[in-house]
């Protein structure tokens, strides 16, 4: 599995390891950066390159893809509005609208009176995910 850095022009950037696991950083200097999850871990930023202060090195691609997965399907395309909501724009989801709560994204489906609930992050993995949409 491929492993990102997702900046957002801001001081923040969003990591997710090889395991599909995301978490929130930040960066301490315009080249450094920390991780929440991997904190003794630091990684420099450099032209096409992030090297960990363990020796891994991640080479940079254009446009990679984030896909978002639940219960073996692929749900598409979200659309973070705020810093607690997100639109689906595609996939079964399409129009429905997820709302932030605790460790959990509860959906307003779409010409549904019922929704449906994920559940079983941790505040690492939301914040990233909402860090990601805002940028």
Do not use: C
Request: hydrophobic residues 35%.
């Amino acid at each position: 599995m491929a492993t990102y850095a997702i900046q957002n022009g801001k001081s923040n950037v969003v990591i997710v390891d090889s395991l599909g696991t995301f978490s929130l950083g930040s960066f301490t200097s315009s080249t450094q950066a920390t991780d929440s999850r991997y904190a003794s871990d630091s990684a420099t930023f450099g032209t096409g390159t992030v090297t960990w202060q363990d020796g891994m090195v991640w080479t940079k691609t254009t446009n990679p893809p984030i896909t978002i997965l639940g219960t073996g399907l692929t749900w598409g395309r979200l659309k973070v509005t705020s810093p607690t909501t997100m639109v689906a724009l595609d996939g079964p989801l399409k129009g429905s609208t997820g709302t932030r709560a605790n460790n959990s994204i509860s959906w307003a489906l779409a010409g549904a009176d019922t929704g449906q609930s994920w559940s079983g992050f941790d505040a690492d993995q939301l914040n990233a995910l909402f860090e990601i949409g805002s940028a």
